[in-house]
């Protein structure tokens, strides 16, 4: 009754409500907009007639559009009561999902209290459970919210201390049961679909569908050899579209498939061996000391892990991770488990545990929190699979040239030679010629060790505006060499040592020894670059020791031990690592408990950003020249880490409950270490590749503003004149207002001030807004970045615009401001090593992983070189791939073009093109050329402007019509000349008879015609055969060369010496009897290709003809060329003070 009455509630005045769509949102993912639908019986009946009557044809029309067929069949319903939804993507994409229903009550696998205590609340409608399943994720309707919602484990809504305490055991079988029949099997299953299935699909696909529809067209004219070349062509696209479909989807499948045992605890305690795919959400599952592939994401609740997380990151640095039991911070203890929060206790599916440490006796143990395509793989992979729509205007162009060409048709003499006209504009090979060049650059791509898993941002590749660079393993070298030390002494700075060797054994020699998360793997300590660095230098031993009692537990414990190797001081103590708070990024430090051997003292080591110890520090304890000895290593380039540490007093009951608050406060500050990051040397070669290009290069880093400033300046993204502006908001006090203040920095890298008043005596800087000037770098840290997104959005656009140097930036941060950009308009690149970085590298157009690893989900592009060079090498080879696409349409739109004027004339005659003409024009003349002209590859510089990117723009549209005049002109002028001869003769034809007969009546007419027009089919194959600065000269393809010299030779002799039986057989055509005409027709061909080849080439890309033609049809330029210009316009006087009220 109760559910009877609240859907009384939805009725009447709320009904016409109910029809609206209704938004889901949910974390990670893209919100949704959903219509309900009903069934129709009346409309289902009628749709049915209307299939039949219409032989299949609106069939295949739903097929093609299932939205239409859903409105037409269905009605719009409150979605309690739907049949299907209807689904709106956030780029307006409508799907169809049709809802499923469970039934549950309890004699079913999952039983009403079952669902209950998984889902934590009823949604159960007369004993139903409805869902719809959306890009591999599932939506419950709920029938108490009246909404849907995504599916997720229980155990992401779980406290972590229940995680810890309640969920040790595992789940029954019954549990098991009925979770797998919610949760389905723990499978990304990327289906290779069969051969025959594939080619079914293609074949409905609605280009394929056409080329059915010209095949039956051709037949109409009994034109036999060249139907078959339309079959041989549109199979070769076929071929073509369902290589590359075939290629990625086994691709995907070698990265998401496998089938692994598990072993899982269950609440006996026994452990039971499971297939991977039989997991749930809940499930316990044992982590082998030898380590194994994970299979699931499971958060670890005893003992740690050494893992590699190369398949998601890119990143093949081994990671410590620590039990989630260690973490018991009065603010965490009672947090709700995030896997992005809780990262460093978390085990990914597709990452690879190398080794594992007991925790005492007991086993390591870990829970699963999602399986299957909810895992952070299987996100990454539904990233892959269903990819946010990158149309290139291109392609759209392409579509409206077609449809243009249709409509100029409509005007033939019969329906027969209108569909003729039709077959003509949509040529078999264009698909082909829209991705090949992709396909060869992919090719090519991979010799080259840049490895793709979306082929189509290739292209994307090739226009890029901007391109983002991580710093530490991308611009500068993966391991940083220490530089020096420098401890602290009575609140003082000592002289820097080079090497911890030579020092006695204090806290700021613990601290190196202890402060880290190394392991030995396979006989060698392994772990974070600097970690080794830093162990090294001190000189000590790393050992993992077995049965270790520490006095904090009691318990027998394996612990990492690291003493004094034999050469060093032997009275320094030997300490056990009992405890670990590994690095976080949000937090910029990491500790240790450590206990000292055989005393037994306990103290805590802490290392991290400076700025963050000092922070964290005993204020008496920190030196008074801290901020001026930090700033004068990093703006020379250097890194710095800051140690710190802390005794622990008897007091302390037991190690294992000191939290991470409690620990990381009240510090004792030791000192600093100096670490040199170098340079990687192809950096500055690159970057000036770059913006000698006109592409924009910005650095975003997590390292110190003052470092970040100073390796661009060494890299090349700032130049010794430019004027470097930081943008900050100083800490306001009671009675100053939140401000963004300008101010400029003076480095040593010899960056000018330029107009920027600076009063060193009492180091204030005046406050002002810069004036704009190409010249100027804004350079800011995410704290402020974070502030201008919260509180003065309308100074964002202007930050992106101008801003080199983003610094401190936490990974959100980094894909924020990727998303920033292309909110501008920019086409974005991103480039790291994956780590940090995989929101940016995904988000971004075209994102490269530098990564050992071949393939990685953690962005589209990943190169085995490791170093930024493969960021040029990819946009050449999308520059490459989209001029070939480019050059291609243009050609098979004069193809059409010469085809459509060559048969019209031949009309006019009263003749028809013969079925070897028809032959020769598709296999020899259109089919090579397709195949052939993409394989130079791309040129060897980058060009300074992007290539084109649309049809429709004014240069793309004169050259076309131009070249269509140029062509008509030549054919008529072969008309005429021909009729100028004394042999000629007027042969009459009956028009109608000759064309439904699909008969050649000869004449001289159409002789010339036919002569002519193969020359001019050759003369645009070379003619927009892509060339420099995108792509490498004809000869540097020798196949394309070959076919192009054999085609000219063949055309020349046809015309200037044919044998005229195989003339007469080949073409059916009349024998010119004067060689002297023969040779005119060769000059007005050559005339024809010197006129078109001057325009192209010198008179189109001359920039005052340019802005000739920009002055008939303006084109709009993206929103950072506008503001960028509009900068440059504005001379009105600014205020001298950029102050944001922000009260007012």
């Given at each position: 009754m109760a559910e009877k009455s609240h859907v009384d509630r939805v009725g009447n005045s709320s009904f016409r409500r109910s029809l609206?769509?209704?938004?889901?949102?949910?974390?990670?993912?893209?919100?949704?907009?959903?219509?309900?639908?009903?069934?129709?019986?009346?409309?289902?009946?009628?749709?049915?007639?209307?299939?039949?009557?219409?032989?299949?044809?609106?069939?295949?029309?739903?097929?093609?559009?299932?939205?239409?067929?859903?409105?037409?069949?269905?009605?719009?319903?409150?979605?309690?009561?739907?049949?299907?939804?209807?689904?709106?993507?956030?780029?307006?994409?409508?799907?169809?999902?049709?809802?499923?229903?469970?039934?549950?009550?309890?004699?079913?696998?999952?039983?009403?209290?079952?669902?209950?205590?998984?889902?934590?609340?009823?949604?159960?409608?007369?004993?139903?459970?409805?869902?719809?399943?959306?890009?591999?994720?599932?939506?419950?309707?709920?029938?108490?919210?009246?909404?849907?919602?995504?599916?997720?484990?229980?155990?992401?809504?779980?406290?972590c201390e229940k995680l810890c305490r309640e969920l040790q055991s595992g789940l029954s079988i019954e549990k098991v049961k009925a979770r797998r029949e919610i949760f389905g099997l723990n499978k990304l299953t990327i289906a290779v679909k069969p051969i025959l299935v594939m080619l079914v699909q293609e074949v409905l696909n609605p280009f394929y569908a056409f080329q059915v529809f010209c095949v039956a067209v051709w037949l109409g004219f009994e034109f036999w050899t060249f139907t078959t070349v339309i079959i041989v062509m549109t199979l070769i696209t076929l071929g073509t579209s369902l290589y590359a479909v075939r290629k990625q989807s086994i691709t995907l499948q070698e990265m998401t498939e496998s089938y692994l045992k598990v072993e899982v605890l269950r609440p006996d305690g026994n452990t039971v061996t499971e297939m991977e795919d039989q997991l749930v959400p809940g499930d316990v599952i044992i982590i082998p000391p030898s380590g194994c592939i994970m299979t699931c994401d499971a958060v670890l609740t005893n003992g740690t892990c050494v893992v590699n997380e190369s398949m998601l990151t890119g990143e093949s640095v081994p990671v410590t991770k620590v039990p989630l039991s260690s973490q018991k911070s009065a603010s965490e203890q009672n947090d709700i488990y995030s896997p992005e929060r809780h990262r460093c206790h978390t085990l990914f599916c597709g990452t690879q545990v190398i080794q594992t440490r007991q925790s005492g006796n007991d086993m390591v143990k870990a829970v699963v929190v999602q399986t299957g395509f909810s895992t952070m793989k299987g996100t990454l992979v539904c990233s892959i699979l269903f990819p946010r729509p990158m149309e290139f205007k291109l392609y759209?162009?392409?579509?409206?040239?077609?449809?243009?060409?249709?409509?100029?048709?409509?005007?033939?003499?019969?329906?027969?030679?209108?569909?003729?006209?039709?077959?003509?504009?949509?040529?078999?090979?264009?698909?082909?010629?829209?991705?090949?060049?992709?396909?060869?650059?992919?090719?090519?791509?991979?010799?080259?060790?840049?490895?793709?898993?979306?082929?189509?941002?290739?292209?994307?590749?090739?226009?890029?505006?901007?391109?983002?660079?991580?710093?530490?393993?991308?611009?500068?070298?993966?391991?940083?060499?220490?530089?020096?030390?420098?401890?602290?002494?009575?609140?003082?700075?000592?002289?820097?040592?080079?090497?911890?060797?030579?020092?006695?054994?204090?806290?700021?020699?613990?601290?190196?020894?202890?402060?880290?998360?190394?392991?030995?793997?396979?006989?060698?300590?392994?772990?974070?670059?600097?970690?080794?660095?830093?162990?090294?230098?001190?000189?000590?031993?790393?050992?993992?020791?077995?049965?270790?009692?520490?006095?904090?537990?009691?318990?027998?414990?394996?612990?990492?031990?690291?003493?004094?190797?034999?050469?060093?001081?032997?009275?320094?103590?030997?300490?056990?690592?009992?405890?670990?708070?590994?690095?976080?990024?949000?937090?910029?430090?990491?500790?240790?408990?450590?206990?000292?051997?055989?005393?037994?003292?306990?103290?805590?080591?802490?290392?991290?950003?400076?700025?963050?110890?000092?922070?964290?520090?005993?204020?008496?304890?920190?030196?008074?020249?801290?901020?001026?000895?930090?700033?004068?290593?990093?703006?020379?380039?250097?890194?710095?880490?800051?140690?710190?540490?802390?005794?622990?007093?008897?007091?302390?009951?037991?190690?294992?409950?000191?939290?991470?608050?409690?620990?990381?406060?009240?510090?004792?500050?030791?000192?600093?270490?100096?670490?040199?990051?170098?340079?990687?040397?192809?950096?500055?070669?690159?970057?000036?590749?770059?913006?000698?290009?006109?592409?924009?290069?910005?650095?975003?880093?997590?390292?110190?503003?003052?470092?970040?400033?100073?390796?661009?300046?060494?890299?090349?993204?700032?130049?010794?004149?430019?004027?470097?502006?930081?943008?900050?908001?100083?800490?306001?006090?009671?009675?100053?207002?939140?401000?963004?203040?300008?101010?400029t920095i003076i480095q040593n890298i010899a960056i000018v001030n330029d107009g920027m008043a600076t009063n060193e005596e009492d180091g204030q800087e005046t406050l002002m807004r810069p004036t704009s000037s190409t010249q100027e770098h804004y350079v800011l840290d995410g704290k402020t970045f974070a502030y201008i997104q919260d509180r003065c959005p309308q100074e964002l656009p202007t930050i992106v615009l101008k801003g080199t140097i983003f610094a401190r930036m936490a990974p959100n941060q980094k894909q924020e401001l990727v998303e920033s950009l292309q909110e501008m308009e920019y086409c974005v690149g991103m480039c790291g090593d994956g780590a940090n970085d995989c929101g940016a590298l995904k988000t971004a157009h075209a994102g490269i992983s530098l990564s050992e690893a071949e393939a990685s989900v953690a962005s589209p592009f990943t190169s085995k070189i490791p170093n930024i060079t493969c960021v040029p090498i990819l946009i050449k080879e999308g520059r490459s791939a989209l001029v070939t696409s480019f050059g291609l349409f243009k050609y098979l739109a004069m193809y059409t073009y010469i085809w459509y004027i060559t048969v019209g004339i031949f009309k006019w005659f009263g003749t028809y093109s013969t079925n070897n003409m028809a032959t020769f024009w598709g296999i020899a003349l259109g089919t090579p050329v397709v195949l052939l002209m993409g394989r130079s590859g791309p040129y060897d510089k980058i060009a300074d402007t992007k290539p084109p990117t649309r049809l429709i723009r004014a240069p793309t549209m004169f050259s076309m019509i131009?070249?269509?005049?140029?062509?008509?002109?030549?054919?008529?002028?072969?008309?005429?000349?021909?009729?100028?001869?004394?042999?000629?003769?007027?042969?009459?034809?009956?028009?109608?008879?000759?064309?439904?007969?699909?008969?050649?009546?000869?004449?001289?007419?159409?002789?010339?015609?036919?002569?002519?027009?193969?020359?001019?089919?050759?003369?645009?194959?070379?003619?927009?055969?892509?060339?420099?600065?995108?792509?490498?000269?004809?000869?540097?393809?020798?196949?394309?060369?070959?076919?192009?010299?054999?085609?000219?030779?063949?055309?020349?002799?046809?015309?200037?010496?044919?044998?005229?039986?195989?003339?007469?057989?080949?073409?059916?055509?009349?024998?010119?009897?004067?060689?002297?005409?023969?040779?005119?027709?060769?000059?007005?061909?050559?005339?024809?290709?010197?006129?078109?080849?001057?325009?192209?080439?010198l008179v189109i890309p001359r920039k005052t003809f340019q802005k000739f033609l920009r002055c008939w049809r303006k084109e709009s330029l993206p929103k950072f060329e506008t503001m960028r210009l509009d900068m440059q316009m504005s001379s009105k006087p600014v205020s001298e003070q950029c102050c944001l009220d922000l009260e007012n």
């Open positions: 609206e769509p209704l938004l889901i949102e949910a974390n990670q993912l893209d919100p949704i907009k959903c219509w309900g639908y009903c069934r129709n019986t009346l409309r289902t009946v009628i749709t049915y007639v209307l299939c039949v009557l219409s032989l299949g044809f609106l069939v295949l029309v739903f097929y093609w559009k299932p939205n239409w067929k859903l409105k037409i069949m269905y009605v719009k319903c409150h979605l309690s009561r739907a049949d299907a939804v209807l689904i709106q993507d956030v780029y307006q994409r409508e799907h169809v999902k049709f809802i499923q229903s469970l039934k549950v009550n309890d004699e079913s696998t999952v039983t009403p209290n079952d669902l209950e205590l998984i889902l934590r609340k009823d949604v159960l409608i007369q004993g139903e459970l409805r869902f719809f399943c959306y890009q591999k994720l599932k939506y419950i309707w709920d029938a108490e919210t009246w909404s849907f919602f995504v599916l997720r484990a229980p155990e992401l809504h779980t406290s759209r162009d392409a579509m409206m040239f077609v449809g243009a060409f249709i409509a100029l048709d409509r005007t033939r003499m019969s329906v027969l030679l209108t569909l003729d006209g039709i077959t003509i504009a949509i040529n078999p090979l264009l698909p082909v010629a829209l991705t090949i060049g992709m396909l060869y650059a992919q090719i090519r791509l991979k010799k080259q060790y840049i490895f793709c898993i979306s082929p189509q941002r290739i292209n994307l590749s090739g226009v890029l505006d901007v391109v983002c660079f991580d710093k530490t393993g991308t611009l500068t070298e993966d391991g940083l060499d220490l530089l020096g030390l420098r401890s602290v002494t009575d609140n003082v700075f000592s002289s820097m040592e080079s090497t911890a060797t030579s020092l006695p054994p204090c806290p700021f020699l613990h601290t190196m020894v202890t402060c880290h998360s190394l392991a030995i793997i396979n006989g060698t300590i392994q772990g974070d670059p600097m970690d080794v660095k830093m162990f090294e230098a001190t000189g000590w031993t790393l050992e993992e020791m077995e049965g270790k009692v520490d006095s904090g537990s009691n318990q027998r414990r394996q612990v990492t031990s690291v003493k004094p190797s034999i050469n060093l001081d032997q009275h320094a103590s030997e300490f056990a690592i009992l405890k670990q708070f590994t690095f976080s990024s949000a937090l910029q430090r990491m500790s240790v408990i450590a206990q000292s051997q055989p005393l037994g003292e306990l103290a805590g080591f802490v290392k991290g950003s400076p700025e963050m110890i000092a922070s964290l520090c005993n204020p008496d304890t920190v030196p008074e020249g801290f901020s001026t000895v930090l700033d004068s290593y990093t703006s020379e380039g250097f890194r710095v880490l800051a140690l710190a540490w802390k005794p622990l007093t008897d007091d302390t009951t037991s190690y294992q409950n000191i939290t991470r608050d409690e620990l990381e406060s009240d510090l004792t500050f030791l000192g600093i270490l100096i670490w040199q990051n170098k340079l990687k040397p192809e950096s500055l070669p690159v970057i000036n590749e770059l913006q000698t290009s006109n592409i924009r290069t910005i650095m975003v880093t997590g390292d110190n503003i003052l470092t970040a400033i100073s390796v661009a300046g060494q890299c090349g993204m700032v130049s010794a004149n430019d004027t470097v502006i930081q943008v900050y908001m100083p800490p306001a006090d009671e009675t100053s207002k939140d401000q963004l203040e300008y101010k131009f070249h269509v005049s140029i062509l008509t002109i030549t054919q008529a002028a072969a008309v005429f000349m021909v009729r100028g001869e004394t042999w000629y003769t007027y042969i009459n034809v009956v028009t109608d008879e000759g064309v439904s007969g699909g008969n050649f009546y000869q004449n001289w007419e159409t002789t010339a015609v036919f002569l002519i027009a193969n020359f001019q089919y050759v003369i645009y194959c070379v003619l927009f055969t892509p060339v420099r600065p995108y792509q490498k000269p004809i000869w540097k393809n020798p196949l394309y060369l070959i076919y192009l010299v054999v085609i000219m030779c063949a055309c020349s002799f046809w015309l200037l010496a044919p044998l005229e039986k195989l003339e007469d057989y080949l073409w059916g055509i009349q024998h010119i009897p004067e060689f002297k005409f023969r040779v005119m027709l060769f000059l007005l061909f050559l005339a024809n290709a010197v006129v078109s080849f001057v325009v192209e080439f």
